[in-house]
């Protein structure tokens, strides 16, 4: 028996999976967690598409090998948000080595320096219905915060797992006909298992000699999060559509974020800011990459987008990559 197995079935039993439901009584959950990281870093977490794709697959690996579940989970650009099962100090373990080896990527393919520690955030999950929100609140952060997409279109999350009808018109494939796929449509969707893989072609894929089991799923360069997500689970949590409806179109924000004790909320988005960032940078010196810039030019630059943006001196730092300390002594 995997651990992987013995934790599944131990979540049934701490969810009381398959007890009947009782009207006005919240049933206890045991050993779930609503794990976040600090928005305010110095630098944004994944900046690219190929940062996200890796970002998934390095979620894959840690999921295999540790004593974690994941029931939940939505990767934002500069913070994370995870809806874990385990012991505490596993599930820690887990988001921490998480955001160690996403700063070890960065520095390797951003020239980022090491970074300092994030800040995580953890608050323990009692009840049932704590725990539907969490997911749901985790699940909403991207429409929430501004971006273009719906909860489960959201690529960089769980959310499209649960709930799911495939092989119907309404499946994502047709959304790509006349328009710029980055791939042909049919390798786009082209959906292969990870023991038709050779060796070299999975360690490229998953940055790591990390060997997973052959029946996980790959597409478009990612472990498919279905492989590692115990979705079936999550849904009998929720019991139906209807229900899973109910707690994702509730508005919990702000009551969630109260418990969170929620890091400082931003006046936009860092793609947007970067976005923003761009234009400066090509205005002023023609260049299309900060990394091109020398720090008297990306304080200049973090100088501009300050006055005109009047963000935070932490989001600036972020946007600019800078440390956060020469941000607050040149830019004001």
């Known amino acids: 028996m995997t651990v992987t197995t013995t934790l599944l ?20 959950v045991r050993n779930c967690w609503h794990f976040s990281s600090d928005g305010n870093c110095a630098f944004a977490l994944f900046e690219t598409e190929a940062d996200f794709k890796a970002a998934m697959n390095r979620l894959a690996r840690l999921a295999l090998r540790s004593r974690v579940l994941i029931l ?7 913070h994370v948000h995870f809806v874990l099962y385990g012991e505490l100090q596993d ?22 320096g090491k970074a300092a520690a994030i800040p995580v955030n953890h608050q323990r999950i009692d009840d049932e219905e704590y725990l539907l929100n969490c997911i749901c609140y985790d699940l909403r952060n991207p ?33 790509y006909i006349g328009k710029d796929c980055p791939t042909p449509v049919a390798a786009f969707f082209k959906v292969c298992r990870a023991g038709e893989l050779g060796p070299k072609a999975l ?4 940055g790591s000699e990390q060997s997973v089991p052959e029946d996980w799923m790959i597409c478009d360069g990612m ?83 300050r006055k005109k943006y009047m963000t935070s001196v932490k989001q600036i730092a972020r946007t600019v990559c800078i440390p956060l300390e020469e941000a607050e002594k040149a830019i004001r």
């Open 9 to 28: 079935e131990q979540l049934r039993i701490d969810l009381s999976i398959g007890h009947p439901f009782i009207k006005g009584h919240l049933r206890p």
């Open 72 to 78: 939940a989970f939505c990767l934002m650009d500069n």
């Open 223 to 305: 472990v498919l999060p279905s492989s590692y997500i115990p979705v079936g689970t999550v849904e009998a949590l929720f019991k139906s559509h209807r229900a899973f409806n109910f707690f994702i179109g509730r508005n919990k924000e702000k009551e969630m974020e109260d418990i969170m004790g929620v890091w400082t909320s931003l006046n936009l988005q860092d793609t947007e800011m970067r976005r923003h960032r761009d234009e400066e940078i090509t205005a002023l010196y023609g260049s299309t990459s900060i990394r091109d810039l020398n720090m008297p030019q990306r304080i200049e630059v973090g100088r501009i987008l």
């Open 143 to 175: 429409p929430v915060n501004g971006l273009r997409y719906m909860f489960y279109d959201y690529p960089w999350s769980s959310g499209p797992l649960y709930f799911r009808s495939a092989g119907t018109w309404a499946a994502p494939l047709w959304t």
């Open 91 to 112: 599930c820690e373990a887990f988001t921490r080595e998480f955001l160690n080896l996403t700063a070890h990527y960065n520095s390797r393919k951003h020239g980022i």
């Open 203 to 206: 360690k490229k894929l998953l």
